[in-house]
């Protein structure tokens, strides 16, 4: 189901009525105000939105995209095939805390996985009020497992008829029924403000007084999203006041400014929810306030429940996302992502210590080059930074001319703003200095200040933990580079080119490793493995695999007994892993072959005349299962100027895809790669896979082409 939800064919079209009518209908029969449908994506592990109704899908964009891996709810009923039903929030804080982090509001949910037969399309939910102590019901399970039966029959439907399911698009948006009424006319005698907002957002009336306290005429608001028509309710610091509303069902009030260069007095919003939708009302509030961004205003505590739950909230999001940051840089994007929302600033910047200095590693929203004058300066220079971390308080200007008085004669990157410096400490011992800016004077209250301290010690130890990271991957990894070999030996008959490339996903190396071997009488042993797993134990178990086969290999024995040999080994060693190899004996004189493979990809031969096959050797299981396996050998032909490739799974896996269409794309790459020099043939081999941003494999690579003239006699 590749189908776009704007329309563009039949399949589209019929895709987006069963996904309607099944949303639709599962919403009605349990009694909900909100639902949707998860479907699997062509990225393998990831789910996304297909369908919401009663919720507006903009304001939801953060659970567009679910990974089948994470602690969510949607993620454990697709990977368990299993119902999840959570009655109210306690239920759902204990089982999912990470939903509750982002959503901490009171509602229940119930989650089907919808499939038909073996196939497993995608999760089905359900969102209503929630039932505090009472689980759901014998009834409601049973209808959302039918409602999730008759979506799965009808997706199996779609596939059968050549529409197969794969949702690939931003989430199709299905229209709540907006209850009718009047009252129009009483509305309109209120000084007070009042818009009426389905559950997709979209504005069905507003009185004269919305418009004056909205700054727009009235009758320019209805038909429009609430948050297009009026821009500043769009802030993030509101979002979280507009999902508790629509998810909790319960009233929301919160102050609120129409822009930054408005007059500072507030507008009091109160969100009032229901089955239909959301009434806002505007009310002068008759106080200043300062922008958008901070829980409460200066001095004073937080005053509504969603602002302290907002307050909550947020340092536990970002503690939740810095433990999946493993590098300094991840780190820092995890900062950007969560931190600057939540308290409406605009620029950021990290510096990290290194001997007695600090030097920019981080940095978003500043003017171009303008850090650059600040990167390398010595603790004793005088700089908020640098004051920040050597007495270890945070620092916090209203304004940029408080920070000019402060600091007389300090470079400054705009006239108006505000600046907080916070310290980066981990375990008493300083990591660096975090500078969050914002582009309007603000306040920060006693509670904000609290909070920002607080998340800087937690950016502090992930920092902190990711710098320890990276100096062990990198040990690592100088580790693995000690085992692979530097020098592939020249002979005069065969050419030999080696490629290495770490996976991008994460940060441990693997236990992929090629060789070649001079072995007696005039052969030369090509060989290729793969060590099933990552971390420094797949890099050990790789050295002692090669050293193995390497010895094997120089007592002169039969690929079948080297592979056979090295089986036992690795089944004596018992390092609770296994792993794939192919070895090939060549004479170099002849380029007659025999060939072993231990569950390892088939390896490609290249032809003089420009055809590439895919070589059919008959292999055993992989090294490490059986002791008594046997690893039958293959006879081969390797002709003056044929190229055989060995490669790991890793150059040919794609997430999403077989992988035999991988190994078709890399047939075709060697058919068309030119047959000499070698070292170009490997580059453009491995240059596709090498440019992926998610490659979670290793890759390793080994060419062999014979450049001399076959011996006959």
């Not at 010690?457 to 580079?481: F, K, N, P, V």
């Amino acid at each position: 189901m590749t189908a776009r939800p704007d329309g563009g064919g039949p399949a589209s079209d019929a895709a987006g009525r069963v996904l309607a009518r099944a949303t639709a209908g599962a919403v009605r029969a349990l009694g909900g105000y909100a639902g949707g449908v998860y479907l699997r994506s062509g990225t393998e592990g990831l789910l996304r939105m297909a369908a919401v109704t009663g919720l507006p899908g903009a304001l939801f964009r953060p659970w567009w995209r679910i990974q089948v891996n994470r602690p969510y709810p949607v993620a454990e009923a697709f990977r368990s095939g299993q119902a999840v039903h959570l009655p109210d929030g306690e239920s759902t804080v204990r089982r999912f805390p990470q939903l509750m982090a982002g959503l901490p509001f009171p509602f229940g949910s119930l989650y089907e996985p919808v499939g038909c037969g073996e196939q497993r399309f995608g999760v089905l939910l359900v969102v209503r009020p929630a039932t505090p102590g009472v689980p759901v019901g014998a009834a409601d399970r049973a209808r959302m497992r039918e409602a999730a039966g008759d979506l799965g029959r009808e997706l199996a439907g779609l596939t059968a008829a050549g529409d197969p399911v794969c949702w690939e698009d931003d989430p199709l948006c299905v229209p709540w029924p907006v209850a009718g009424g009047g009252g129009a006319e009483a509305a309109e005698r209120l000084s007070l403000g009042v818009l009426s907002v389905d559950r997709q957002g979209v504005i069905g009336f507003a009185n004269a007084a919305a418009g004056t306290l909205a700054g727009l005429p009235a009758g320019r608001l209805p038909g429009r999203v609430l948050w297009e028509a009026l821009p500043w309710l769009g802030h993030p610091a509101y979002e979280d006041h507009f999902r508790g509303a629509f998810l909790s069902g319960e009233p929301v009030r919160f102050d609120a400014r129409r822009a930054a260069d408005a007059d500072p007095a507030a507008l009091s919003v109160v969100l009032y929810p229901g089955p239909s939708g959301v009434t806002v009302t505007l009310e002068g509030a008759g106080r200043p306030v300062y922008p958008a961004g901070e829980a409460a205003g200066p001095g004073g505590g937080p005053g509504e429940p969603a602002d302290r739950a907002s307050a909550l909230y947020r340092p536990v999001a970002l503690a939740i996302a810095l433990t999946e940051a493993m590098t300094a840089r991840q780190v820092s994007a995890v900062v950007t992502e969560e931190l600057l929302p939540a308290f409406g600033g605009r620029q950021l910047a990290i510096y990290l210590l290194d001997e007695r200095h600090l030097h920019l590693a981080w940095e978003t929203g500043f003017p171009q080059g303008f850090l650059d004058r600040f990167d390398g300066v010595s603790l004793d220079v005088r700089l908020p930074g640098v004051e920040t971390l050597t007495s270890g308080r945070p620092l916090f200007f209203e304004s940029m001319q408080h920070l000019a008085s402060a600091y007389p004669g300090i470079p400054l990157d705009a006239d108006v703003g505000a600046r907080a410096f916070l310290p980066l400490i981990a375990s008493g011992r300083p990591v660096g200095s975090c500078i969050l800016g914002f582009d309007a004077p603000r306040g920060f209250s006693r509670e904000e200040r609290t909070v920002l301290t607080a998340l800087a010690g937690l950016i502090a130890q992930a920092l902190a933990r990711a710098q320890r990271y990276d100096s062990e991957a990198a040990l690592a990894r100088g580790l693995q580079a000690a085992l692979l070999p530097h020098r592939l030996p020249a002979t005069g008959r065969v050419a030999t080119v080696g490629r290495y490339l770490p996976g991008s996903a994460g940060m441990d190396v693997g236990g992929d490793w090629y060789d070649v071997i001079e072995t007696a009488p005039g052969r030369l042993a090509l060989v290729i493995g793969d060590v099933q797993g990552h971390g420094v134990a797949a890099a050990a178990t790789m050295g002692q695999l090669r050293s193995a086969v390497r010895a094997f290999a120089l007592g002169g024995n039969t690929p079948e007994q080297v592979v056979r040999g090295t089986n036992r080994l690795l089944i004596d060693l018992d390092p609770g892993q296994f792993a794939s190899c192919c070895y090939v004996l060549l004479d170099p004189a002849t380029g007659r072959a025999l060939a072993a493979r231990a569950g390892h990809p088939q390896p490609l031969l290249r032809r003089a005349d420009g055809r590439a096959e895919v070589l059919d050797l008959t292999g055993g299981v992989v090294l490490g299962v059986d002791p008594g396996a046997a690893y039958p050998q293959t006879e081969l032909l390797l002709e003056p100027g044929g190229v055989l490739a060995l490669y790991t799974d890793g150059l040919v896996e794609v997430p999403g895809a077989d992988i035999d269409e991988g190994v078709e794309r890399l047939r075709a790459a060697l058919a068309a790669a030119r047959p000499a020099p070698l070292t170009e043939t490997a580059d453009r081999l491995v240059a596709v896979a090498g440019g992926q941003a998610d490659r979670p494999d290793d890759i390793a690579l080994l060419l062999a082409s014979r450049t001399g003239t076959a011996d006959t006699g």
